[in-house]
């Protein structure tokens, strides 16, 4: 059965670097969403990406967040400048179709922990 | 603002009992709601889907109700079993011009023994 996959699993970096977050979603999806969950708390909508742009972002997502597709197959996360709060668990998820449709089933990858030191 | 709420936070059953999940919402306009599974470590899994229409949705020994008049949702798990145990999290979906917003609930941390 297809799935999301994500790299790195668990990834440690010091505040202030840049990480990128990497995601390859299904094959036939269209839509393509970054989650985090910080320890503890509930998950988070960061942004959706459809046709090579941002569709939709939350304002957690600010300027030192970006998002690409940078070929047919990936889809990553960079965090410029990462700050201790960014520590937590990033979601990637992919859908054939928009959420606001029932057929937008989303499906989530394993995720990657981001520790920031 | 759109939030989501369920109760309660915790739950420890024993195995081969049921149990309800509860989920309150106030997302506007609501599109559908759906219920998920979190492994510890893990990505959600989804369970159910359920648009405005739809009174009951089942998976297996989940089934999922509810009710768009007082926005309120149910999941009842049947014949729990260990491996149920998992944090089960409601998700709402707004009707936006962009691709997507979901509202995420804290989930019901749910433990099931022997």
């Known amino acids: 059965e297809p799935e999301v996959t994500q790299t790195p699993s668990h990834q440690v970096t010091q505040m202030g670097q840049e990480v990128i977050l990497r995601c390859v979603p299904i094959?036939?999806?269209?839509?393509f969403y970054w989650y985090r969950q910080i320890l503890g708390q509930k998950v988070e909508f960061l942004v959706s990406?459809?046709?090579?742009?941002?569709?939709?972002k939350s304002e957690i997502f600010d300027d030192q967040f970006s998002v690409e597709r940078p070929d047919g197959s990936n889809f990553t996360l960079k965090i410029r400048s990462t700050k201790l709060e960014d520590s937590a668990m990033y979601f990637c998820a992919s859908s054939e179709a928009p959420p606001r449709i029932k057929l937008g089933e989303q499906y989530f990858g394993p995720g990657t922990r981001l520790t920031v030191t | 603002k759109n939030q989501v709420e369920q109760s309660p936070q915790s739950l420890i059953i024993l195995e081969g009992k049921n149990c309800t999940l509860q989920?309150?919402?106030?997302?506007?306009?609501?599109?559908?709601l759906r219920w998920y599974k979190q492994d510890t470590g893990r990505g959600p899994v989804s369970l159910t889907i359920?648009?405005?229409?739809?009174n009951t949705k089942s998976n297996g020994r989940y089934t999922a109700t509810l009710d768009a008049d007082t926005k309120q949702s149910s999941l009842h798990i049947t014949a729990s079993q260990l491996s149920d145990s998992a944090s089960y999290i409601c998700?709402?979906?707004?009707?936006?011009?962009?691709?997507?917003?979901?509202?995420f609930g804290t989930g019901t941390q749910l433990k099931v023994e022997l």
């Open positions: 989920c309150n919402y106030t997302v506007s306009p609501f599109s559908n």
């Open positions: 359920m648009t405005f229409s739809e």
């Open positions: 094959s036939n999806h269209l839509y």
């Open positions: 990406f459809y046709n090579n742009e941002i569709s939709e």
């Open positions: 998700v709402v979906s707004a009707v936006t011009g962009g691709g997507n917003k979901l509202t």
